[in-house]
């Protein structure tokens, strides 16, 4: 008896020594075990970015082991692929607009589907598969020219489930951010236009767009030629035309309290790509922008409208119009 009492305590210890992860409903193991047999990586395409250029990181999450991995990105890929950035005094760098980490309903998505996408519910990773995410980090922070930064990833396999259980890559990735040749110019210009009373559209352009990043409001409004620009909006066009000289201020303040509500999402990027001329006191230029409403990222070209504006302030250009084109 003795004897039997001590073989089955031995059993017992060197089962649960031995025992193997738990395992779901299908006989698979649980997303725990993800950390075990999963390599996290971020990369850059390149070392040295320039002011306002594109900066895509990409994520990889790859299956190293024999079995099966089950991850489940949420809907907002804040929550699931977390970023850690400090610069080259060790200074963490916050993102421009912290996620709001609500807690969703805690539902176990179970729709099994492909790598195709970036809104999988459920990703099933084989042995030596893998799955990437690029995230374009100027959307979401504000780098300073001249720095260099360093990058962390850490990967939330089910983060709805279980907000313990992360993953952290292997590796830390870098780059130099470098002064743009543009700005330099845009800069010194903005600053004498006093001395030389010259102005070109697509500076105007940019220095119009580069004050809604801003919220600098009052610069964005002093490019506007008002009188026209509204009337490329029906919800003010009638009211404004239909209003007393007197009371058409009125109606361009509500314009402008409506336009700083970001209606079309907020500008997180923007390129001059062509300026023309139909006329000698007209010009037209043509803009490729970027806006997010919540997580949902939207492409557009602009084509701006403008006047010299020989009236108030000789040399400067007025925006008179605008049309807006979606880019799929």
Do not use: C
């Not at 800069?187 to 030389?196: D, F, I, M, S, V």
Request: aromatic letters at 14%; proline letters at 4%.
């Amino acid at each position: 008896m003795r004897v039997s009492l001590v073989g089955f305590l031995f059993l017992f210890l060197t089962g649960s020594l031995f025992a193997i992860p738990d395992r779901d409903a299908r006989g698979d193991r649980v997303e725990n075990f993800v950390a075990l047999q999963s390599k996290i990586k971020v990369s850059l395409t390149k070392r040295n970015f320039t002011e306002g250029e594109r900066i895509p990181l990409q994520y990889s999450i790859q299956n190293v082991g024999k079995e099966v991995v089950r991850i489940f990105p949420a809907g907002d890929f804040r929550y699931s692929f977390q970023i850690i950035i400090k610069d080259e005094d060790d200074r963490l760098v916050s993102p421009l607009e912290d996620p709001e980490f609500h807690d969703p309903i805690l539902k176990r998505r179970t729709t099994v589907v492909n790598l195709v996408g970036d809104e999988n519910k459920e990703i099933a990773l084989h042995r030596n598969e893998s799955f990437s995410k690029t995230i374009y980090l100027d959307e979401y922070y504000a780098f300073l020219p001249g720095k260099k930064y360093f990058i962390t990833g850490y990967f939330y396999p089910n983060y709805t489930e279980d907000k313990d259980s992360f993953l952290r890559s292997e590796n830390t990735s870098s780059f130099l951010l470098e002064k743009s040749s543009k700005e330099r110019n845009f800069t010194p210009l903005a600053q004498n236009l006093g001395e030389t009373g010259l102005i070109t559209p697509e500076e105007t352009i940019f220095l119009f767009l580069g004050s809604e990043m801003k919220k600098n409001w009052e610069s964005h409004f002093k490019w506007i030629d008002f009188s026209e620009y509204i009337l490329n909006y029906d919800r003010f066009s009638s009211v404004y035309a239909e209003s007393h000289s007197g009371d058409r201020d009125a109606v361009v303040e509500e314009f402008k309290r409506y336009l700083t509500e970001s209606p079309s999402g907020k500008l997180k990027y923007f390129k001059v790509l062509s300026v023309d001329y139909p006329s000698k006191n007209d010009a037209r230029v043509q803009v490729y922008v970027e806006r997010m409403i919540g997580r949902f990222k939207t492409r557009y070209e602009y084509s701006y409208s403008l006047k010299k504006d020989e009236a108030n302030r000789v040399g400067y250009w007025q925006i008179k119009n605008l049309l807006v084109k979606v880019k799929k």
